[in-house]
């Protein structure tokens, strides 16, 4: 009974709205806002966008109450107003137009969207019943949108998407000096990525992995992304979109707690060269995907085997300090190591036993990744 009074229309609960846009500016808006604020499917009104027009053009905004997001697009308004409507429909009919231009305009309890030829209607809901967004946020500490970008693509897709363990599903986000610092891990692999930071108001704030993956989808192509920590949440804005997320406890997230101080094995090589081979050498592996790395005087070899698969082995050239341990790992988490550092030169820092293998460039770029891997027990023969 309470969504259906939800979605009942109320005549006092909105004010007319007119207004012309670009169709592909505002199918744009409103697809990076409900990937943002994907909703709540149990509630309509916090799955709902808030659309507001006035002077200053279009404003779409979501709530879901733990994420908040908005974005401006250019428009002429025909009058002014405020309306709710479903998110996603919204975003399928926009994105599936083809017509140059859109006009939307409340026709009594339906918000019409009219372009050359056709017309669409969608119901509006209660917009007092919507938690609101707020206003577009500013200040805090900058980093470039394209360094922002690549390091979420490495450092998000390490965090954990077991919902059980909430506290491995986040990326701790951490000003240190002049960098940012951007950690993650899902307990068998550790990301941390380092890039430059324009100071502002600390920030030491985790946040949940599956956001940042789409900011970082969102501000690839973007100038800066400022960053703003307040109680319990956090506010990225780039121009013409703010968002903000509650944040989770990330203080145990560090990788000073691994014991990285017993390297007894030092190898660089191709990443290229090693990540081809691992494909290849891999469709032997066992069930696991397991398989082992030899370290030779000038080059590592890659073995796996599985009694139903077979047996396969590849040699590649490698410069190697100290070799003493030859280690075991997941094939396809190995791939996801060397993904980050595609075209570039790599150094192996090995520990014997079970302890951590650290991935890291010879030459580092503006952003600096270290991969920290877990190793497997060897393939059995």
């Known amino acids: 009974m309470d969504n259906f009074r939800r979605l009942s229309v ?27 604020v994907p909703g709540k499917l149990i509630d309509p009104v916090l799955g709902g966008v808030l659309i507001t027009a ?52 409340v026709e009594g309890s339906r918000l019409a969207i009219r372009a050359e030829g056709a017309r669409f209607a969608l119901p509006l809901l209660e917009v007092s ?27 998000a897709a390490s965090a954990s998407r077991d919902e059980a363990l909430p506290i491995f599903t986040g990326v701790r986000v951490r000003s240190e000096d002049s960098r940012l610092v951007l950690r993650a891990t899902d307990r068998y692999r550790m990301t941390i990525a380092s890039l430059p930071w324009v100071p502002g108001e600390p920030v030491d704030v985790m946040v949940p992995a599956t956001l940042l993956a789409e900011v970082g989808r969102q501000v690839a192509g973007v100038g800066d992304v400022h960053l703003l920590a307040a109680e319990n949440q956090l506010t990225l804005s780039w121009p013409d979109t703010t968002v903000t997320t509650a944040i989770l406890d990330g203080s145990f997230l560090s990788e000073t707690k691994l014991a990285l101080s017993a390297v007894d ?40 085997a599985d009694q139903h698969s077979g047996e396969a082995e590849e040699s590649l050239k490698a410069t190697v300090t100290d070799g003493r341990t030859s280690p075991s790992y997941r094939a396809r988490y190995l791939l996801d190591a060397l993904r980050p550092f595609a075209g570039t030169r790599i150094r192996l ?10 991935i890291t460039s010879v030459e580092p770029g503006e952003v600096e990744i270290r991969y920290i891997l877990m190793p497997m027990l060897p393939p059995k023969s």
């Open 129 to 155: 019943a919507h938690p609101g967004v707020g206003a577009a946020a500013g200040g805090g500490g900058s980093v470039p949108g394209a360094l922002l970008a690549a390091a979420l693509a490495t450092v």
């Open 54 to 105: 006035d002077a200053d053009g279009v404003v779409l905004g979501a709530n879901d109450r733990e994420r908040t997001a908005r974005r401006s697009c250019a428009a002429l308004v025909h009058a002014d107003g405020q309306v709710l409507v479903p998110g996603k429909p919204l975003a399928d009919t926009l994105r599936a137009l083809t017509q140059p231009q859109v006009r939307l305009v």
């Open 10 to 36: 109320h005549r006092a609960s909105f004010r007319g709205m007119d207004l012309t846009v670009t169709t592909n500016h505002l199918a744009a808006a409103a697809a990076d806002l409900v990937r943002l």
């Open 349 to 358: 820092a090995i520990q014997p036993g079970m302890r951590a293998t650290v």
């Open 265 to 304: 094995t030092h190898i660089e090589l191709d990443a290229d060269t090693l990540a081809a081979a691992t494909r290849r050498v891999a469709l032997y592996s066992d069930s696991w995907g397991v398989i082992r790395l030899e370290v030779g005087d000038s080059e590592v070899r890659l073995r796996a």
